[in-house]
């Protein structure tokens, strides 16, 4: 079992920046994907023991994916946010011993609770 808890959701204005927490516990990572979805819609992923990551085209170049090893944590820091980016924000961990897409959420075996972020115009 892996259990993984966010943080760091909140209101912002249209512009800002933030940056979502995932720590992970229960097992090592080393055989994962993390993700970031908002609700069901893909917004990022990392492969644990690469450190590679992977995003829409849509969001590329406005969000980033990272990872600390140490901490257990994954990251996704959020730039020039819009009214759009608006959503409950999941991560989600994805076991590469079993087949699938990175962008499907059908995929991922574990969930956390999911943190809200809020963005205005």
């Known amino acids: 079992q892996v259990q993984l808890v966010e943080s760091g959701g909140g209101s912002v204005q249209a512009g800002g920046s933030l940056r979502l927490s995932c720590a992970a516990s229960?097992?090592?990572?080393?055989?994962?994907?993390m993700a970031w979805f908002k609700e069901r819609e893909f917004v990022a992923a990392i492969r644990w023991s690469t450190g590679n990551t992977y995003y829409p085209d849509s969001l590329r170049g406005r969000f980033t994916a990272s990872r600390d090893s140490a901490k257990n944590t994954v990251y996704l820091e959020m730039n020039s946010l819009k009214p759009e980016d608006t959503g409950v924000y999941y991560c989600?961990?994805?076991?590469?011993?079993?087949?699938?897409?990175?962008?499907?959420?059908?995929?991922?075996?574990?969930w956390g609770q999911g943190t809200q972020v809020t963005v205005s115009s």
């Open positions: 229960g097992r090592t990572l080393s055989g994962y994907a």
């Open positions: 989600a961990a994805f076991d590469l011993d079993y087949s699938g897409s990175f962008y499907d959420p059908n995929h991922y075996q574990y």
